[in-house]
T-cell receptor, first 112, second 112 residues
Framework: GQQLNQSPQSMFIQEGEDVSMNCTSS?????WLWYKQDPGEGPVLLIALYKAGELTSNGRLTAQFGITRKDSFLNISASIPSDVGIYFCAGQSGGSNYKLTFGKGTLLTVNP | DAGITQSPRYKITETGRQVTLMCHQTWSHSYMFWYRQDLGHGLRLIYYSAAADITDKGEVPDGYVVSRSKTENFPLTLESATRSQTSVYFC???????????FGSGTRLTVV
């Protein structure tokens, strides 16, 4: 089946630093999504990307749909303590019956 | 309140017992999904449903049973719980023509 490799697995940063994480796949996706999971809650959609090369922002978050359609990147600028959580990438391929394939997540810890 | 509700939030059960996790949505989203989240594995799809009375296996269906007699409910049953089924279970919905999933808050299940 399809697999997503998400890296890094975890990050420990200081407040104010910028953060980058990425996902790569062996197969092509038509849609890339980024989710955030706060402790004790379910994941929440942050950004959706639909087109190769697309760059989309949501506040301090910026995500890109890779040109090859096999990767995606998420950047968080000027991190704050409430950015703590697990960030998941997810991809959808054509004809997937609305199923998403998820990466294993990046655990972000922000030190105030 | 509108949204997706999972119950119970926490459950402890004994090995061999049958246990049912409930998922209810107040929308009429077509698709519903059950995932389990485990350290090192991320989110793994157990079962999904495209509509009432239509269900299909995901990545890790063994030991689980689902039903969807009504659009708004998608219960997940562990027929004979095992310790390996200790996990956090998330239900999610997705409407046709929309992006991504909406997740519930999860059920933390411990099998002793």
């Amino acid at each position: 089946g399809q697999q997503l490799n998400q890296s890094p697995q975890s990050m420990f940063i200081q407040e104010g630093e910028d953060v980058s994480m990425n996902c790569t796949s062996s197969s092509i996706f038509n849609t890339w999504l980024w989710y955030k999971q706060d402790p004790g809650e379910g994941p929440v959609l942050l950004i959706a990307l639909y087109k190769a090369g697309e760059l989309t922002s949501n506040g301090r978050l910026t995500a890109q749909f890779g040109i090859t359609r096999k990767d995606s990147f998420l950047n968080i600028s000027a991190s704050i303590p409430s950015d703590v959580g697990i960030y998941f990438c997810a991809g959808q391929s054509g004809g997937s019956n609305y199923k998403l394939t998820f990466g294993k997540g990046t655990l972000l810890t922000v030190n105030p | 309140d509108a949204g997706i509700t999972q119950s119970p939030r926490y459950k402890i059960t004994e090995t061999g017992r049958q246990v049912t996790l409930m998922c209810h949505q107040t929308w009429s989203h077509s698709y519903m999904f059950w995932y389990r989240q485990d350290l090192g594995h991320g989110l793994r799809l157990i079962y999904y449903s495209a509509a009432a009375d239509i269900t299909d296996k995901g990545e890790v269906p063994d030991g689980y049973v689902v039903s969807r007699s009504k659009t708004e409910n998608f219960p997940l049953t562990l027929e004979s719980a095992t310790r390996s089924q200790t996990s956090v279970y998330f239900c999610a919905t997705r409407d046709r023509g929309t992006d991504g999933y909406t997740f519930g808050s999860g059920t933390r299940l411990t099998v002793v």
